[in-house]
């Protein structure tokens, strides 16, 4: 299972989302974690889908995964898009995180947040 | 908020759009369909209605009952591409097919005694009659009260957060709105069912009553 942390859950465009995603074991060894911030689209429409930035962590035997906080800083671009929530459409920011498994399915968990307009 | 769903229970709007054609298995609502056809009958059945209406759901979940090839015809020139005939076969937007197309492939099919079963939204009988088919004709009623109140619960109950009060629930002056509004379309149902709990998370979120 994951821990995820962001630590300001409302960015505005351009600034940084920060956090920490934590992976606990059951049992298996992953070939890498995988954190990114992504924002997607749900509703009534076709899904559109982005990413701010992705941090791979591949497995260290000297260093192992489980248990341990990963720092992540993703910058949100300034053109956004913002988080929004309508009545046919909405577009959610996440951090995902994503547990690289070896001959089974991967472990997936996101934790949202929120991107607004610069306030100026 | 983050997100005004969790407001009411919910990890999602329970009535987003399916990236996959098809409706899953705890979400299929019964409406008097018949049975899947069978295969090598020289059969045609069509299921016929209008956009929305549930057409490609019926095929597929026929088609997870009895296998066979599933052949998606497109509104592009791939439209001539010639479907795959089986022993039973399913057909989606036949109507789209040129009709040279059209005809000789149910020429063909009839001629090796096979069955299809095919959405469209013209009656294609009097053709496949010609051909030799058996046919059969599936239409939709008009959506009820009782149907989109039915399939409403299901899909909010398939939204709901784990472990948490649902707060959504759909009362029966809506429905009969949306039924009124919906026709025979399951899509224009769930555009209005999707406003509704959009507006009810937004109620909820700011800490109103609904």
């Known amino acids: ?120 | 908020m983050i997100d005004p769903y969790a407001a009411l229970g919910l990890r999602r709007n329970p009535f987003t759009a399916e990236p996959q054609a098809g409706v899953a298995a705890a979400l299929w609502l019964e409406r008097g369909a018949p049975p899947a056809p069978q295969p090598w009958r020289r059969s045609f059945t069509q299921v016929l209605g209008e956009k929305g209406a549930g057409k490609t759901s019926l095929l597929l979940r026929w088609r997870e009952q009895t296998g066979g090839p599933y052949h998606y015809v497109p509104a592009t020139p791939a439209r001539w591409r010639p479907p795959p005939i089986a022993g039973l076969a399913y057909w989606d937007e036949v109507d789209r097919m040129p009709w040279p197309v059209r005809a000789t492939a149910l020429a063909l099919a009839a001629r090796r005694g096979a069955s299809l079963a095919v959405g469209t939204h013209r009656d294609l009988a009097a053709l496949a009659r010609r051909c030799g088919f058996a046919v059969a004709t599936v239409q939709f009623a008009p959506l009820d009260v009782a149907a989109v109140a039915a399939w409403a619960a299901l899909r909010i109950q398939a939204a709901r957060l784990p472990g948490e009060p649902c707060a959504l629930a759909l009362p029966a002056h809506e429905a009969a709105a949306v039924a009124a509004r919906a026709g025979h379309s399951w899509r224009v149902a769930a555009d209005r069912l999707h406003m509704w709990a959009a507006e009810q998370a937004r109620l909820a979120a700011r800490g109103c009553s609904a």
Do not use: C
Not at chain 1, 10 to 16: D, R
Not at chain 1, 97 to 117: G, N
């Open chain 1, 1 to 120: 299972m994951f821990v995820i942390q962001i630590n300001e859950p409302y960015v505005q465009v351009g600034e940084t989302v920060h956090g920490t995603v934590e992976w606990r074991s059951s049992g298996t060894t992953p070939r890498a974690i995988i954190i990114a911030a992504a924002w997607r689209t749900e509703g009534r429409g076709d899904i559109s889908t982005g990413k701010a930035g992705e941090l791979r962590v591949p497995y260290d035997p000297s260093s192992p995964l489980s248990g341990v906080p990963i720092p992540f800083a993703f910058d949100i671009p300034a053109e956004g898009p913002v988080s929004y929530d309508g009545k046919l459409l909405r577009i959610i920011w996440e951090i995902a995180a994503q547990a690289d498994l070896p001959m089974m399915l991967d472990e997936k968990d996101a934790l949202a947040f929120r991107v607004a307009v610069r306030m100026r």
